[in-house]
C-alpha cells in the first residue's frame, strides 16, 4: 500500500458545482497535512495546511479523519481558475519528512 | 521578491556528461530539498539538507550529489547523466523540516 494515495481523476466537473476529493495515508502515526496546488508545467503551491479541527480559507474546506486515515478538500462554487492538479501531502509517522501524493486532476468547466 | 531561484529553467543534455542544477533561497531557511517529478509517480525526494552544512538522502538518491555550503544554495549534480534521468527537477524550502515547503519554478532536463 502507498503511504499516501489519491485518486488521479480525472474530475470534469462544471463550473459553479461543488467538488470533493479525499487522499487516505498509511502511518497512523502521521501528524501533518497539507494540500498543495500544482498548475500544468508550475511548481506545487501551498494551498492549505489541514488542521485536526478542520479549517476554512474562503471556498475551500479541509477536513481531517484521523479514524479512517484521510483528508479530504472540498471546493465550493467552483471557478475556471480551480483546474489544476491537487497534491495531498503527509508528513509520515512524525519524523519530519513530507510524502507527496500522485495529485488529483480537476477541470472546470465553463 | 523572495523566493527559490532555479537553473538553468531547461537543459539538454548528452548521456555522460555531468551536470549541475543550481538552486538558491533568500529566506533564509534552515530545510532545502530536491526533487525530481515524473509522469505518474507525482514528486520524488531526491536529497534533503536540514540545515547549512548536512545533508541526507532521499527516496532516489542513486546517481545525484550535493553539498550545502551555506544556507542560501542547494546544488544538485549528476556525475554522468543518463536518459533515465530525464525528468522536471524542483528545489524547494522550508523554515525547518517537516513545515510547509516553498518551491522553485522546476529545471525541465532532458538527457539525450
Known amino acids: 500500500r502507498k503511504e499516501v494515495e489519491q485518486d488521479p481523476g480525472p474530475f470534469n466537473v462544471p463550473e459553479g458545482a461543488t467538488v470533493a476529493f479525499n487522499c487516505t495515508y498509511s502511518?497512523?502515526?502521521?501528524?501533518?497535512f497539507f494540500w498543495y496546488r500544482q498548475d500544468c508545467r508550475k511548481e506545487p503551491k501551498l494551498l492549505m495546511s489541514?488542521?485536526?479541527s478542520g479549517n476554512e480559507d474562503g471556498r475551500f474546506t479541509a477536513q481531517l479523519n484521523r479514524a479512517s486515515q484521510y483528508i479530504s478538500l472540498l471546493i465550493r462554487d467552483s471557478k475556471l481558475s480551480d483546474s489544476a492538479t491537487y497534491l495531498c501531502?503527509?508528513?509520515?509517522?512524525?519524523?519530519?519528512?513530507?510524502?507527496f501524493g500522485t495529485g488529483t486532476r480537476l477541470t472546470i468547466i465553463p | 521578491i523572495a523566493g527559490i531561484t532555479q537553473a538553468p529553467t531547461s537543459q539538454i543534455l548528452a548521456a555522460g556528461r555531468r551536470m549541475t542544477l543550481r538552486c538558491t533561497q533568500d529566506?533564509?531557511?534552515?530545510?532545502m530539498y530536491w526533487y525530481r517529478q515524473d509522469l505518474g509517480l507525482g514528486l520524488r525526494l531526491i536529497h534533503y539538507?536540514?540545515?547549512?552544512?548536512?545533508?541526507g538522502k532521499g527516496e532516489v538518491p542513486d546517481g545525484y550529489s550535493v553539498s550545502r555550503a551555506n544556507t542560501d544554495d542547494f546544488p544538485l549534480t549528476l556525475a554522468s547523466a543518463v536518459p533515465s534521468q530525464t525528468s522536471v527537477y524542483f528545489c524547494?524550502?522550508?523554515?525547518?523540516?517537516?513545515?510547509?515547503?516553498?518551491f522553485g519554478d522546476g529545471t525541465r532536463l532532458s538527457i539525450l
Open positions: 524547494a524550502s522550508s523554515s525547518i523540516r517537516g513545515q510547509p515547503q516553498h
Open positions: 502511518n497512523s502515526a502521521s501528524q501533518s
Open positions: 489541514v488542521y485536526s
Open positions: 501531502v503527509v508528513n509520515i509517522g512524525g519524523n519530519e519528512k513530507l510524502t
Open positions: 529566506m533564509r531557511h534552515n530545510a
Open positions: 539538507s536540514n540545515t547549512a552544512g548536512t545533508t
